[in-house]
């Protein structure tokens, strides 16, 4: 293994351990989730080609922890998201080492923190009904959309000339209050635990659905050198992600995912602009 990205590795772990306590001193739930419990399963720890961890909690949950680290955030970490860093460009969260960087885009520099980090997913109820879902999806897109505050590169032209005309019309302050109508309504089903779960993120990831009880209870699974909590429906919800999932996939896919082109476990990016700014992009 990549000696660096073992670092990286061990550093997301620090981090997710004082997640880990910050959530047991408060009985806040959370999971492991896609390739960090996949990893728990098939390694027992990270994917050794894995750059990242993640974990997820319902949304109320998920609210609860954020006022949380807000009153009273861990020394040496800091909680990002759109509400706290209005540039950063995920509808999720993401909580970061200080003097730490991972930096995967030079036009990120002085737009928002980018020290080392795991990543934090809200876990929605989805609406029923085929003409629900279309509405449902299509209200996502409008609000990943108005998050990340630029065209998709990968949509296809006709997708590409509406979001940019819907981006030319909808600025400052109107899509701020966009965003928040959005996500009310998105969110509006998550009082009725009889609905299917959805994990927020991309408009592909959350049409992918889980049972109404997906997320009740948990099992505790061993990752790396501790124990942490996973889905008891691990082996379902895995199956239904990567399908044969204990089998290794090919060589020429066991890369990382995020490439970042500064990395450094001792500095954020302004110390490193401090100390020697000729070598830095």
């Known amino acids: 293994m990549n000696d660096e990205l073992r670092k990286l590795q061990l550093t997301q772990l620090e981090i997710l351990n004082v997640v880990d306590r910050f959530c047991r001193e408060r009985n806040i739930p959370y999971f492991l989730c896609g390739g960090t419990l996949l990893g728990a399963v098939r390694h027992q720890g990270f994917i050794p080609w894995d750059d990242d961890l993640d974990i997820c909690m319902p949304r109320q949950d998920y609210d609860r922890f954020i006022s949380a680290w807000h009153e009273s955030s861990p020394d040496g970490f800091m909680l990002q998201n759109k509400d706290s860093a209005p540039a950063f460009q995920q509808s999720f969260t993401k909580i970061r080492k200080l003097h730490t960087t991972f930096l995967e885009d030079i036009d990120d520099v002085n737009r928002f923190y980018t020290g080392i980090f795991i990543d934090v997913f809200p876990v929605d109820r989805a609406p029923s009904g085929w003409i629900e879902m279309q509405v449902f999806y299509a209200r ?142």
């Open 140 to 281: 996502c897109m409008l609000y990943q959309l108005f998050t990340r505050e630029f065209i998709p590169p990968k949509a296809g032209k006709a997708m590409q000339v509406g979001a940019a005309t819907i981006l030319k019309i909808v600025r400052g302050k109107q899509r701020e209050k966009a965003r928040a109508k959005l996500l009310y309504r998105l969110t509006r089903y998550d009082g009725d635990r009889s609905r299917q779960t959805v994990l927020f993120d991309t408009v592909l990831r959350m049409k992918q659905l889980y049972p109404a009880d997906f997320f009740d209870g948990c099992v505790m699974l061993k990752f790396e050198t501790g124990f942490y909590p996973g889905m008891v429906r691990w082996d379902e919800y895995l199956t239904m992600l990567y399908g044969d999932y204990m089998s290794l996939p090919p060589e020429s896919e066991r890369t990382w995912k995020h490439h970042p082109i500064i990395l450094d476990f001792e500095h954020d990016y302004e110390e490193l602009q401090q100390i020697n700014p000729d070598r830095l992009p």
